[in-house]
C-alpha cells in the first residue's frame, strides 16, 4: 500500500492560474472569436458572460465543492460527499472523459508542436495553397503526427509526476504568465495592422439584430465546454484546495481570467485577418492553415516580424494546450494513484499509456489511416462528439442535481460559506441555480446540439 502523502496547492495564486490554465486552452484561440465574430460580435460576448454568471460559476462551485470535502480522487469525492458507493460513477466518468479527451487533444497539441518548429527554423511560408498542401502532407504521415502526439504526452507526464505543488503549481506559475504575456505582443502587434481597426469593430461592436434563441444557446454551451464543466478537473483540482480557499470567489476569478483571454484571443485573430481582407474560419483550418497565410501577408513588407509573430502565436498554443493537458492527466492520475493505493509515478504511467494509444489511433484516424473511425467519421471526430455532445453535459447535469437535491443542505452550506467565515449572501442564489436553472441550461445545451431545438 502507498504511503505518499497527499499534496496540496501552496497559494491561492497557483490555484488560481492551476484552475484556470485548466479551462484556457486552443478552444479560447480559434472556437471563441470565430462565434463572437458569426454571432454578434459584442452582443455575443454579452450573452456569453450572462451565461457564464448563470451556468459556469455555479458550475465550478460544486465541482469545487465536491472535490474540497473529499479531499480525494474525483470518484472516491463523489462517492464521499454523497455517502453512496453508486454516485461515484460521476467521478469515474470524468476520469474516462479526461482520458479520452487528452488522447485526442494531443494529437492537435503535437501538430502545434510541428508548427512551432517549422516557424522557429523558418520552413512556414508559402502562399494559400502551399500553406494548405504542406497541413495535408504532414497529417497524413503515418509517423510524424503519432510522434508528436506521444511526445507531448511524455511531457505533460513528466510535470504531472513531480506532485502538485512541485509540478502543477509550478508549471501553471510560468506557463500562464507566459501565456499572457505573449497574447498581448500579438494582441498589440496584430492591432497596430493598417486596417485592423475594422478586425477590432467586427469583434467588439454590438450587432444585437444577430442575437436569437441559436445564439442564446451557443453562448450557453461555449460558457459550458470553455470552463472545463464536466471532466472532474474541477473536482480534482479542488481536492488540493486548503480549507480557507473561499470558492466563490475562486470560481468568479477564474472564469473572468478565461473570458479575458478568449476576447484577447479575437483581438489577436480579428484584426490580422482584417487586414488582409481574410475571413477567419473555425477549427484546425484557421490554426495551421488560414492564420500562417495571414501572418505571412499582414507582414509582408517585414518578413523578420511576421516569422517572429507566427513562433510567438505556435508558443502561445503549445503553452496553452499545456495547461490543459496537465489538468486532463492529473484527473486519471489521482484516481489510479488513490484506488489503486500505488505511488504517483506509477499511476502516472498508466494513463500516460493508456492516452498514447488513444493518441495513435485518433492520429492515424484523420491522416494516414482515415479508416479507423466510428459511425461513419473518424477515430478523432467520434471522440469528440462523444465526450463534448454527451459525457461533458452528463457529468455535469448529474454534479448539479447532486448538489442541489441529494447533499444535506448544511454540507454544501458549509462548504460555500467556508463554515460561516465568509459572505452567505449569495448561498440561497446559489442553490437556486444548482437545483433548477444548471439542469434546465444543460438540457437546453444537450436538446440543442442533437437537433431537437
Known amino acids: 500500500m502507498c504511503m505518499e502523502k497527499r499534496g496540496s496547492f501552496a497559494s491561492r495564486l497557483g490555484i488560481i492560474l492551476a484552475t484556470a490554465g485548466s479551462a484556457v486552452g486552443l478552444g479560447n484561440i480559434w472556437r471563441f472569436p470565430f462565434m463572437t465574430g458569426q454571432n454578434g460580435g459584442a452582443a455575443f460576448i454579452l450573452v456569453y458572460l450572462g451565461c457564464v454568471l448563470l451556468l459556469g460559476v455555479p458550475g465550478m462551485v460544486s465541482e469545487f465543492i465536491v472535490g474540497r470535502h473529499s479531499q480525494a480522487n474525483a470518484a472516491r469525492a463523489y462517492a464521499n460527499i454523497s455517502k453512496s458507493r453508486g454516485w ?36 512556414l511560408k508559402g502562399d494559400a495553397n502551399a500553406v494548405l498542401a504542406y497541413f495535408q502532407t504532414f497529417s497524413s504521415d503515418p509517423v510524424k503526427p503519432v510522434f508528436l502526439g506521444i511526445v507531448f504526452i511524455l511531457i505533460t507526464h513528466f510535470i504531472i509526476v513531480r506532485g502538485v505543488q512541485g509540478g502543477i503549481e509550478r508549471a501553471s506559475k510560468l506557463l500562464m504568465p507566459l501565456l499572457l504575456f505573449l497574447l498581448v505582443i500579438i ?15 467586427f469583434l467588439l461592436k454590438p450587432d444585437f439584430s444577430k442575437v436569437t434563441s441559436r445564439v442564446l444557446l451557443e453562448g450557453l454551451g461555449q460558457a459550458f465546454f470553455s470552463l472545463s464543466l464536466g471532466t472532474a478537473c474541477l473536482c480534482t483540482y479542488a481536492s488540493y484546495f486548503s480549507r480557507h480557499t473561499p470558492l466563490l470567489k475562486s470560481a468568479t476569478q477564474i472564469a473572468l481570467m478565461d473570458s479575458a483571454i478568449a476576447i484577447m484571443a479575437g483581438l489577436m485573430i480579428f484584426p490580422a485577418a482584417f487586414s488582409v481582407g481574410v475571413q477567419p474560419d473555425s477549427g484546425p483550418s484557421l490554426i495551421f492553415i488560414t492564420l500562417p497565410n495571414v501572418f505571412q501577408q499582414a507582414f509582408a513588407s517585414a518578413p523578420l516580424v511576421g516569422r517572429i509573430i507566427g513562433i510567438l502565436f505556435y508558443a502561445l498554443l503549445v503553452f496553452a494546450a499545456l495547461t490543459s493537458t496537465i489538468s486532463m492527466h492529473e484527473i486519471g492520475t489521482a484516481f489510479f494513484h488513490e484506488e489503486l493505493g500505488i505511488r504517483r509515478s506509477r499511476a502516472a504511467w498508466i494513463l500516460t499509456v493508456v492516452c498514447s494509444v488513444i493518441c495513435v489511433f485518433c492520429a492515424l484516424s484523420v491522416g494516414a489511416r482515415p479508416d479507423i473511425g466510428l459511425l461513419g467519421i473518424s477515430l478523432m471526430d467520434f471522440c469528440d462528439l462523444l465526450t463534448a455532445q454527451v459525457m461533458l453535459p452528463l457529468g455535469a447535469l448529474l454534479t448539479s442535481l447532486l448538489l442541489g437535491w441529494f447533499v444535506p443542505r448544511h454540507v454544501v452550506k458549509d462548504e460555500f460559506t467556508n463554515w460561516g467565515t465568509t459572505s452567505r449572501s449569495f448561498f440561497h442564489i446559489y442553490l437556486f441555480l444548482v437545483r433548477y436553472i ?15 431545438i
Not at 460521476?90 to 501538430?111: D, H, K, M, P
Not at 494582441?187 to 469593430?201: D, F, N, Q, Y
Open 187 to 201: 494582441v498589440i502587434a496584430s492591432c497596430s495592422l493598417p486596417g485592423a481597426m475594422k478586425g477590432v469593430e
Open 88 to 123: 461515484g460513477v460521476i467521478g469515474l466518468l470524468g476520469v474516462i472523459t479526461s482520458a479520452i479527451i487528452l488522447g485526442f487533444y494531443a494529437v492537435v497539441a503535437g501538430w502545434c508542436l510541428q508548427y512551432l518548429g517549422i516557424s522557429v527554423m523558418g520552413q
Open 438 to 452: 444548471v439542469p434546465f441550461c444543460i438540457l437546453l445545451i444537450l436538446a440543442h446540439q442533437f437537433g431537437v
